[in-house]
Nanobody
Framework: QVQLQESGGGLVQGGESLRLTCEAT?????????MAWFRQAPGNERVCVAA????????FVDDSVKGRFTITRDNAKNTAYLQMTSLKPEDTAVYYC????????????????WGPGLQVTVSS
């Protein structure tokens, strides 16, 4: 079992940056989990923005944010991050942190644990 809590969202203007933080609380080592960030805009499916493997050796980043978003993790701090730069209005969504044990994937069904989500709004 792992509990996840996101922070760092909010309202920004286009072109600005935000860093999302996901803190994990678990009886298992944080490195036991693949970590990912998903987002969901109203009326849309939940989509994987980025994922990072257990030790950070493998990273997936969706084409829609490639070059603008970076996922990292600090296993010593039980924390994953999503650095978002050059934000666009189309990045507006609820962002979710997720943890899984079945490999680095973009499929939401392979992640067993989810944070409550936080709103990111980018104005034009």
């Amino acid at each position: 079992q792992v509990q996840l809590q996101e922070s760092g969202g909010g309202l920004v203007q286009g072109g600005e940056s935000l860093r999302l933080t996901c803190e994990a609380t678990s009886g298992r080592p944080f490195r036991s989990f693949v970590m990912a960030w998903f987002r969901q805009a109203p009326g849309n499916e939940r989509v994987c923005v980025a994922a990072i493997s257990y030790e950070g050796a493998r990273v997936f980043v969706d084409d829609s944010v490639k070059g603008r978003f970076t996922i990292t993790r600090d296993n010593a701090k039980n924390t994953a991050y999503l650095q978002m730069t050059s934000l666009k209005p189309e990045d507006t969504a609820v962002y979710y942190c997720a943890a899984g044990t079945r490999g680095t994937s973009r499929q939401p069904g392979l992640y067993d644990f989810w944070g409550p989500g936080l709103q990111v709004t980018v104005s034009s």
